[in-house]
C-alpha cells in the first residue's frame, strides 16, 4: 500500500513539474555584478529552489547529528540504569511487597 501511494505521489509531482515547466518558458535576464544571464524562469526557480534545500541540509546536519549522539547516549544510559534494576518496573512491586 505505501509503495502504491509512493508511486501516485511521485507521478502527481512528475505532471505538475511538467506543467509548470511548460508554462513557464519565458526567458528571464539576470543581472549579478558584471554577469548578465538569459534563462527560462522555470530553470530560475528550480534552480533557486534547490539551492534553498542545499543550504537548508547544510544548517541542519550539524543539528541533526548532535541530536543523534545525544540521543544515543541517553539510549546507553537508559538501559544501563534498567540493568541494575533502577528503571525495572517490576522493582516497585517487589519494594511495596516488602513493606507489607
Known amino acids: 500500500m505505501k509503495q502504491t501511494t509512493y508511486i501516485i505521489l511521485t507521478i502527481i509531482t512528475l505532471i505538475f513539474i511538467v506543467v509548470f515547466t511548460l508554462q513557464n518558458t519565458n526567458e ?3 543581472a549579478l555584478l558584471f554577469w548578465d ?3 527560462s524562469l522555470a530553470l530560475l526557480i528550480f534552480s533557486l529552489f534547490a539551492l534553498g534545500v542545499l ?3 547544510f544548517i541542519l546536519a550539524p543539528i541533526i547529528i548532535a541530536l543523534k549522539s545525544t540521543l544515543r547516549k ?3 544510559i537508559i538501559s544501563e540504569l534498567q540493568e ?3 528503571l525495572n518496573p517490576n522493582r516497585k512491586v517487589e519494594i511495596e511487597q516488602n513493606r507489607k
Open 28 to 30: 528571464v535576464s539576470i
Open 37 to 39: 544571464i538569459k534563462t
Open 55 to 57: 543550504i537548508a541540509i
Open 74 to 76: 541517553d539510549e546507553k
Open 84 to 86: 541494575s534494576d533502577v
